[in-house]
């Protein structure tokens, strides 16, 4: 059991990290093709919620990573439950945008449950790798870790979404291609971020005087506090 502390960056970190799990959810809806490439908006931001995962996880550590990991998804679980019941409310008689606004924020039950189980599969396998591999390399070789577990928690993540929302719907080799190209965008997006990752990371460890290695922790996701 980890000593409870204050940390000044902690509410901050947190705030960023469940705010880029609501955008992405937000923005997903929209495709967008690049040449050849075809993904959903959500790559914009989305990576950037394990960059701050492996931050929460590198500087504080996994049992502190744990209860937000399991914060975002409550919030972001709020926010679809808030669309959906002001989304069945009556629109007032002017207004003439209904359509729309269920187009863009109507969500189906299937692409919510692959979303919510991917995310819980893929952060918990990031935050998980992150911390094992810190503890392996001594807290040395910081982008060994950040990739190593965006490329394990990213495909997952890819893997359980496009397989659980679109099993039966889309051909297997066009799951496959999906999942792939998912992986590697969101992958190749971490490693240009790593120059990044390491400043925030080097300003949190001297700000917060934290670096907490998971010698002693209980991995198991389920378990909230900290």
Same mark, same amino acid.
């Given at each position: 059991?980890?000593?409870e502390r204050s940390?000044?960056?902690?509410?901050?970190?947190?705030?960023?990290?469940?705010?880029?799990?609501?955008?992405?959810?937000?923005?997903?809806?929209?495709?967008?093709?690049?040449?050849?490439?075809?993904?959903?908006?959500?790559?914009?931001?989305?990576?950037?919620?394990?960059?701050?995962?492996?931050?929460?996880?590198?500087?504080?550590?996994?049992?502190?990573?744990?209860?937000?990991?399991?914060?975002?998804?409550?919030?972001?679980?709020?926010?679809?439950?808030?669309?959906?019941?002001?989304? $069945? &409310?009556? /629109? @007032? +008689? !002017?207004? *003439?945008?209904?359509?729309?606004?269920?187009?863009?924020?109507?969500?189906?039950? $299937? &692409?919510? /449950? @692959? +979303? !919510?189980? *991917?995310?819980?599969?893929?952060?918990?396998?990031?935050?998980?790798?992150?911390?094992?591999?810190?503890? @392996?390399?001594?807290?040395?070789?910081?982008?060994t870790r950040t990739?190593?577990?965006?490329?394990?928690?990213?495909?997952?993540?890819?893997?359980?979404?496009?397989?659980?929302?679109?099993?039966?719907?889309?051909?297997?080799?066009?799951?496959?291609?999906?999942?792939?190209?998912?992986?590697?965008?969101?992958?190749?997006?971490?490693?240009?971020?790593?120059?990044?990752?390491?400043?925030?990371?080097?300003?949190?460890?001297?700000?917060?005087?934290?670096?907490?290695?998971?010698?002693?922790?209980?991995?198991?996701?389920?378990?909230?506090?900290?």
């Amino acid at each position: 059991m980890t000593t409870e502390r204050s940390y000044k960056w902690f509410p901050a970190v947190t705030a960023v990290f469940v705010t880029c799990l609501i955008t992405a959810n937000i923005i997903a809806v929209k495709p967008v093709a690049i040449g050849p490439l075809l993904f959903p908006a959500a790559i914009v931001i989305f990576p950037l919620s394990y960059i701050f995962g492996d931050i929460l996880t590198e500087v504080y550590g996994y049992q502190r990573a744990r209860p937000v990991i399991w914060l975002g998804f409550i919030c972001n679980l709020i926010a679809v439950i808030a669309i959906w019941v002001a989304g $069945r &409310l009556p /629109a @007032a +008689s !002017f207004w *003439a945008d209904q359509p729309a606004y269920e187009a863009i924020l109507g969500f189906t039950p $299937r &692409l919510l /449950a @692959a +979303s !919510f189980i *991917a995310y819980l599969a893929g952060e918990f396998l990031n935050s998980f790798v992150l911390a094992k591999m810190k503890i @392996a390399t001594r807290g040395r070789w910081l982008w060994t870790r950040t990739i190593g577990s965006t490329l394990v928690g990213q495909l997952a993540d890819s893997a359980v979404f496009i397989s659980l929302a679109f099993s039966g719907v889309w051909p297997g080799d066009q799951m496959l291609t999906a999942i792939v190209t998912q992986w590697l965008l969101k992958s190749i997006y971490e490693t240009l971020a790593t120059p990044a990752t390491y400043a925030v990371v080097a300003f949190l460890k001297r700000a917060e005087h934290e670096d907490y290695y998971d010698y002693d922790t209980d991995f198991n996701p389920f378990r909230l506090e900290a």
